[in-house]
């Protein structure tokens, strides 16, 4: 009876900007521990007993990131596969592609128990303990999910009504005077989001009651591209398939509608870490109820948590506020209103900012580059490759570029020449010239980037080559 954990992975946790943005969305947040989040999630998984493999759904554009995040602490070496999104279609889809991978490859009597990439916990027993109840009504043929012991009346959770494992039905999330009824009558429980069935059940759950769901993920899972490794799984979704897939939760979708439920009720640490408010109680508060990471000082100041990155912040006379200083944006809010950054997202999707999609240093497969500073035509980056790696063949139409070596070797690709470019030392890539840039040796490749031009954008890019299949 083969148990494969599926990560969910995605979502924009507008509610934890600046630090949470489109390309580096929550499950990468890092709590005081020094983990993230979705390190946590992975780490969760694989301790629990029997795992043949863990299976990620995650967005293509955050692969390389993901990968990186597991390298960092799967010593075990824990088998690992991917479900890669082109672009998110809720967790039906997510859920309907890692049944469908699960039952090509182990039938459908496997069990998946479904994990949100963000959320957290922090009695790993008790979790262990529900998971193995849930198991076991798995191979029953229920859909099951874990109930989480409501210990107030929060408004931000959807609630399931039950009595003891029967589920009676969903609830939406609740005005507080319902939430405080559904806390008092004791048979109320949040949902989690975490769900556990076999392969075989929830795709004919699908079939009866979401089949446009299930035909669409199939078509697209039919055609999609999918490299094997050992101990290595990678399925890219088609886009154009993937794109008539129905948007839909998994909760409305199908819990709501079938009569296969189960639940089981724990206590098991459960967070979805949704606010700044529910980052900071992580944190240590000290005598006046500040919380602190990074290089704060407060003066007659209390109940405030702070984050900082880069630089001192400084607070006098204040209380009650929650203050995320990062390189480019810094957030002031009231700790009573954190709900509401994610209007902050909003307003500035709306007037397309960057600042909701990427920080000052963005992530590539092949390394980062950090945006220093710039003007109307120009822009200076950092650009740190890895060892052994190198960015794509391509081209720009609209911009030249300087490049100074000052860490290690470059190997460089300038129209139809090849050179070796040391540490002080510097070359010249003019607008048009195919070219591309390759760390040949065994230390990180550091360099400063000068880009110069009418249009300095990160679209204006055109590839020919690729190691990374974005060609």
Not at 244 to 267: R, T
Not at 408 to 416: F, S
Not at 418 to 439: D, F, K, M, Q, W
Request: glycine residues 8%.
């Amino acid at each position: 009876m083969t148990f494969i954990p599926v990560i969910l992975s995605g979502g924009a946790g507008t509610r934890l900007w600046p630090v949470s943005r489109e390309f580096h969305p929550k499950p990468f947040i890092r709590l005081p521990d020094s983990q993230s989040l979705l390190q946590k999630a992975f780490l969760r998984a694989a301790a629990l007993p029997d795992v043949a493999e863990i299976l990620t759904v995650t967005n293509r554009e955050l692969f390389f990131k993901t990968e990186d995040e597991y390298r960092e602490i799967n010593h075990s070496r824990m088998a690992t596969s991917f479900i890669l999104e082109p672009f998110g279609r809720n967790t039906s889809a997510a859920v309907v592609a890692a049944a469908l991978h699960v039952s090509k490859t182990y039938g459908n009597d496997a069990t998946l128990l479904i994990l949100a990439a963000d959320h957290l916990i922090s009695d790993h027993a008790a979790f262990a303990d529900a998971v193995g109840k849930a198991r076991d009504l798995a191979e029953k043929g229920y859909l099951v999910t874990l109930g989480i012991r409501p210990d107030a009346p929060e408004t931000g959770y959807g609630y399931i009504e039950a009595s003891g494992t029967q589920v009676n039905r969903f609830v939406e999330k609740p005005s507080a005077q319902k939430a405080a009824e559904y806390l008092a009558a004791g048979n109320y429980l949040w949902n989690s989001g975490i769900f556990c069935f076999k392969a075989g059940t929830v795709l004919s759950q699908f079939e009866e009651h979401a089949g446009d769901i299930l035909n669409a993920v199939k078509e697209c899972f039919d055609e999609s591209r999918v490299v094997t490794a050992d101990g290595f799984s990678q399925t890219d979704l088609e886009a154009s398939r993937f794109e008539g897939v129905p948007s839909i939760s998994i909760d409305y979708a199908l819990m709501e509608k079938s009569n296969q439920l189960a639940v089981v009720p724990c206590d098991i640490g459960w967070s979805d870490v949704g606010s700044w408010n529910a980052i900071g109680a992580l944190a240590g508060a000290d005598g006046s109820g500040n919380c602190i990471e990074g290089e704060a000082l407060l003066h007659d100041s209390k109940n405030c948590y702070v984050r900082g990155e880069d630089r001192m912040v400084g607070m006098v006379g204040v209380s009650d506020l929650v203050v995320i200083d990062t390189a480019d944006a810094l957030l002031v809010a009231h700790k009573e209103r954190t709900q509401e950054v994610k209007e902050i997202v909003r307003q500035l999707s709306e007037r397309g900012h960057e600042s909701s999609k990427i920080h000052r240093m963005v992530h590539r497969p092949w390394g980062t580059y950090t945006v220093l500073g710039g003007g109307e035509r120009f822009k200076i980056k950092r650009i740190e490759v890895k060892p052994g790696a190198s960015l794509s063949l391509q081209m720009h139409y609209h911009r030249s570029e300087h490049w100074i070596v000052v860490n290690g070797m470059a190997k460089v690709i300038n129209g139809e020449t090849e050179t070796l470019v040391n540490t002080n030392e510097s070359t010249y890539i003019p607008a048009g010239n195919r070219h591309r840039l390759e760390n040949p040796g065994k230390l990180p490749l550091v360099m400063i980037e000068v880009q110069c031009g009418d249009y300095l954008a990160e679209d204006d890019i055109v590839r020919f080559e690729d190691t990374y299949g974005r060609v």
